[in-house]
């Protein structure tokens, strides 16, 4: 199970219905739509809408950010 989505319908498959699947939701940071605003630990307030736009990567400082990047997201199998 995905860790980052605590709060309820915070995944992006009940909500996103976009033609692309921006880097942000396989960033370890990123925490989904929480109380309308698309979340991550480096934006808490709402991702700026041209980090999560198509093709975009937040690798490098960018204002507000808090020093956290993306980091890839890797599901531990739990057995």
């Given at each position: 199970?995905d860790e980052r989505f605590k709060e309820p319908y915070s995944?992006?498959?009940?909500?996103?219905?976009?033609?692309?699947i921006p880097y942000c939701f396989d960033c370890a940071h990123?925490?989904?739509?929480?109380?309308?605003?698309?979340?991550?630990?480096?934006?808490?307030?709402?991702?700026?809408?041209?980090?999560?736009?198509?093709?975009?990567?937040?690798?490098?400082?960018?204002?507000?950010?808090?020093?956290?990047?993306?980091?890839?997201?890797?599901?531990?199998?739990?057995?």
């Amino acid at each position: 199970m995905d860790e980052r989505f605590k709060e309820p319908y915070s995944n992006p498959r009940w909500w996103w219905a976009g033609d692309y699947i921006p880097y942000c939701f396989d960033c370890a940071h990123f925490r989904g739509a929480v109380k309308g605003k698309i979340v991550c630990a480096a934006f808490p307030d709402g991702i700026p809408p041209e980090l999560c736009d198509k093709g975009r990567l937040h690798d490098g400082p960018y204002p507000g950010d808090n020093g956290i990047y993306f980091e890839e997201y890797k599901e531990e199998l739990k057995k």
